[in-house]
């Protein structure tokens, strides 16, 4: 497993039966403060160009936007299996599955997608590529355990964590993170202190990316199994869009993964 920098995406080569990857903020139309590469709607950008946006960074890995499924991402822990049915569905900004931060598919007509400007992106499929899924993990979504969520709805079809393979890819760092009491002690309920650092004695620095890390090693994922991509989209902001850094009128990346077709 490795994660691989290319302009317009970070690649997570996985397994031959899977294209995941990551948009960075270069390649794309859009002009400043969402240059180049934004991939939503819902920031002011224009929506023509957004359109033009997605269907460059899916034909980047040969796929359609017709392919591609997103949803309405609220922050939550909510999971869905993704069938051929839903292909299309969100892809250009209509009709997005509701209320959702996470996907699952075992089929390779779609293309999973989700939308990102500093929470963490978790790629997953298994030895045998049976499946890929794709978690939008910010502090709630960790907090909420979404991680745990897709293992227990992967064990339900016969996958066990101990055969997970699963990307960490670029978010903010704890280098750029901090965060408050509340947050402090959201995270602490469920992964304990270690990805959190003290500033002073109200902040801390948070390790969203290695909170998620230890709660996939908790139940069960091998640590060799977990790969972490090592880009803060806070320090790197040559190549990626951050919220937390640039405010709310910034642009927003996008992951993807699918099974490529036999």
């Known amino acids: 497993m ?10 997570f080569d996985v397994h031959p039966r899977v294209t995941a990857w990551f948009s960075t903020r270069l390649g794309g139309m859009s002009m400043a403060p969402f240059d180049t590469l934004n991939l939503s709607y ?12 997605r269907r460059r960074i899916l034909a980047s890995a040969e796929r359609d936007l017709e392919d591609l499924v997103m949803p309405h991402q609220v922050h939550g822990n909510h999971i869905e299996w993704v069938t ?30 989700l939308g990102f400007a500093d929470c963490v992106p978790i790629f997953l499929t ?3 590529a049976r499946f890929v899924g794709l978690l939008h993990a ?11 969520q897709a293992i227990r709805l992967l064990r339900e079809r016969g996958i066990a964590p101990g055969d997970l393979l699963v990307g960490i890819g670029p978010s903010i760092g704890p280098c750029c993170y901090e965060v408050d009491e509340p947050v402090r002690r959201a995270i602490r309920q469920v ?8 500033k002073d004695p109200e902040h801390w620095w948070l390790d969203l990316a290695g909170a998620n890390r230890l709660m996939f090693e908790r139940a069960g994922v091998p640590a060799e199994q977990i790969l972490e991509s090592h880009f803060c989209t ?10 937390r850094m640039e405010g709310r009128r910034t642009g927003r990346m996008g992951g993807y993964i699918c099974l490529n077709p036999r």
């Not at 490795?2 to 690649?11: A, G, I």
């Not at 049915?85 to 996907?103: C, E, L, N």
């Not at 979504?141 to 979404?146: L, V």
């Open 2 to 11: 490795r994660f691989v920098l290319e302009e317009s995406r970070v690649v």
């Open 42 to 53: 819902g920031v002011g950008d224009i929506p023509s160009v957004v359109t033009e946006n």
């Open 84 to 113: 051929d049915a839903w292909r299309g569905r969100g892809a250009t900004g209509s009709q997005p599955i509701p209320a959702t931060d996470g996907f699952l598919t075992e089929s390779p007509q779609v293309v999973l997608g």
């Open 126 to 128: 298994d030895r045998k």
């Open 138 to 148: 910010g502090w709630r979504g960790t907090a909420a355990e979404i991680g745990l």
């Open 191 to 198: 992964v304990g202190d270690g990805p959190l650092a003290a």
């Open 234 to 243: 806070g320090c790197r902001r040559d190549l990626f869009f951050s919220y």
